[in-house]
T-cell receptor, first 112, second 110 residues
Framework: AQSVTQLGSHVSVSEGALVLLRCNYSSSVPPYLFWYVQYPNQGLQLLLKYTTGATLVKGINGFEAEFKKSETSFHLTKPSAHMSDAAEYFC??????????FGAGTRLFVKA | NAGVTQTPKFQVLKTGQSMTLQCAQDMNHNSMYWYRQDPGMGLRLIYYSASEGTTDKGEVPNGYNVSRLNKREFSLRLESAAPSQTSVYFCASIDSYGYTFGSGTRLTVV
């Protein structure tokens, strides 16, 4: 069965530091992979997605993610954290049949 | 603004009461979804509608019913609310770029 695992329910970084949010997936078919961000009291917004082609995907707000098939990973990174990046981040895998599996989420804290 | 609109934003129900959560999208998307979000569990799919006139169960359909009224609207009904249905509910529609989510309905069942 397909699944998504996000390592770490909470991640804390200092402003200006590297952001790394980890996501591993399992899928029996080539996956479509997504990262979404959720700010307080809002719905989820698409940050970036991987479908096919280039494995390094750039998204909004300076985030990027790399699809590594051999490691079944799709980690999200940003070189320099900003206070406005504080939010909850969800990794997701599209499994076909109109269904997407979401990870449990990682809450990012940014310290001044 | 184009997007997904959910009503109400907040609701408190007593156990056994019924209610309908409304959702409408104006992006002409075929597929619409209802998710629930609980702490530490991500989003879990309740029901979805691949196209107008069709609905299918997701991961956690028990206690819910849905209606795809037309291409724009997809409602979620709780016939007899239970405390276990206390959650934040999100409606979403999808195109090739990914999901567009509504801002959610925070439901408390006491």
């Amino acid at each position: 069965a397909q699944s998504v695992t996000q390592l770490g329910s909470h991640v804390s970084v200092s402003e200006g530091a590297l952001v790394l949010l980890r996501c591993n997936y399992s899928s029996s078919v080539p996956p479509y992979l997504f990262w979404y961000v959720q700010y307080p009291n809002q719905g989820l917004q698409l940050l970036l997605k991987y479908t096919t082609g280039a494995t390094l995907v750039k998204g909004i707000n300076g985030f990027e993610a790399e699809f590594k098939k051999s490691e079944t990973s799709f980690h999200l990174t940003k070189p320099s954290a900003h206070m406005s990046d504080a939010a909850e981040y969800f990794c997701a895998v599209y499994t076909g049949g109109f269904k997407t599996i979401f990870g449990a989420g990682t809450r990012l804290f940014v310290k001044a | 603004n184009a997007g997904v609109t959910q009503t109400p934003k907040f609701q408190v129900l007593k156990t056994g009461q019924s209610m309908t959560l409304q959702c409408a999208q104006d992006m002409n998307h075929n597929s619409m979804y209802w998710y629930r979000q609980d702490p530490g569990m991500g989003l879990r799919l309740i029901y979805y509608s691949a196209s107008e006139g069709t609905t299918d169960k997701g991961e956690v359909p028990n206690g819910y019913n849905v209606s795809r009224l037309n291409k724009r609207e997809f409602s979620l009904r709780l016939e007899s609310a239970a405390p276990s249905q206390t959650s934040v509910y999100f409606c979403a529609s999808i195109d090739s770029y990914g999901y567009t989510f509504g801002s959610g309905t925070r439901l408390t069942v006491v």
